[in-house]
């Protein structure tokens, strides 16, 4: 029986072997259910993230760590301001400090 073997040609068009028409774009990832970011999720990942971390996390870090999904799960829950309050013990840099006073400041008004 013949292997098939997922191949694009440079042209990018989808290569056929064995008899299979496959394609680059095709992934099992598709197929993956997402599983949503309840407040719950955020804050366990969270907790596992960053339990070596003396502080806040930036975007950067966070996608350059694989946490894409955390970082857009945190900006869309209350960002960084939220999130925080649940980890006090981190150290916010200079910049997110500002963000979340001057947020602060807004809020007072």
Known sequence: MATSVSTTRSSGTPASHAGHTTSASHSSARH??????????IRSTLELY??????WPTGTELIRDGQAGLYDAIVGRGG?????????????????????????????R
């Open 32 to 41: 993956t259910p997402r599983i949503p970011w309840t407040d719950e999720r």
């Open 50 to 55: 960053l339990r070596r971390k003396r502080h």
């Open 80 to 108: 960084v301001r939220r999130w925080h309050a649940e980890f006090p013990q981190l150290r916010l840099r200079p910049r997110q400090r500002a963000r979340v006073e001057l947020m602060n400041a807004r809020d007072s």
